[in-house]
């Protein structure tokens, strides 16, 4: 059990927190996690738990350039393959960011978050973070409370990483549940089709009120997926 309940501790390479071959596949590629997933499955969906104002993370405002720990805006969503939830995932970004910076966020509701990312010209990808996470950390509870249930097999792994859009500082960690080694690629991989990865920082190159359409969910059937480029990148979420 972590000693620290609230707070994870980051790495900058996965070897730092040991995953097997299978895990580290999918927790280094740096193309849209989503796109990924829906190679792996039939039917691909975006539930959306949460997005609502709360105190950021113990491990989470430095990331976003806070003095300390602050109110955040914050975004909860599970990505489901055929039915089973595969990844929790978890946005911050500060009250003080600007329409300007990120005009979309407010107003995604159901849809993914990748499709403005991935789509945009001005947004940055920083390095990506590695971690275990246990029962006792926070965005692990909210993956028990959306799941109803916490027989996981600990520790469950997570990445995460930052975006950047003009001023504006985005933090999307993503917590894998165990059962995503369990999936297998079922459409040919169009990797190279998608431009589904982003630029680094500097080079060329994740309401008040918990909402009611937190227990709807943004379907995407992965057979009809099969259009160029253009199709591809609308369904992205990271």
């Not at 539930?47 to 109110?71: F, T």
């Not at 630029?199 to 190159?205: K, N």
Request: glycine fraction near 6%.
């Amino acid at each position: 059990m972590s000693r620290f309940p609230t707070y994870a501790e980051w790495h900058d390479h996965a070897n730092g927190v040991h995953p097997s071959d299978n895990l580290r596949d999918w927790l280094t590629d740096r193309v849209s996690l989503t796109y990924k997933l829906m190679a792996h499955c039939q039917q691909f969906r975006v539930q959306r738990l949460r997005q609502q104002r709360a105190i950021c993370l113990a491990d989470e405002w430095q990331e976003i350039g806070l003095p300390r720990r602050l109110q955040v805006q914050e975004r909860d969503v599970l990505l489901r393959c055929d039915g089973r939830p595969m990844v929790f995932g978890h946005t911050v970004l500060a009250l003080a960011a600007t329409t300007t910076e990120w005009p979309f966020f407010s107003t995604l509701g159901e849809r993914s978050l990748g499709s403005t990312l991935f789509g945009d010209p001005l947004v940055a990808r920083g390095q990506l973070q590695f971690a275990r996470l246990y029962r006792s950390h926070p965005l692990v509870q909210r993956m028990c409370a959306a799941t109803g249930s916490d027989d996981f097999a600990y520790p469950l792994w997570a990445r995460r990483s930052t975006f950047r859009r003009k001023t504006g500082v985005m933090l999307v960690t993503e917590v894998f549940f165990p059962e995503i080694g369990q999936l297998r690629r079922v459409r040919p991989d169009q990797k190279k089709m998608a431009a589904a990865t982003l630029r680094a920082p500097g080079s060329g190159r994740g309401d008040s009120r918990q909402q009611p359409a937190a227990r709807q969910a943004h379907s995407i059937d992965a057979a009809t997926q099969q259009a160029p480029l253009a199709a591809v990148s609308s369904a992205i979420h990271t």
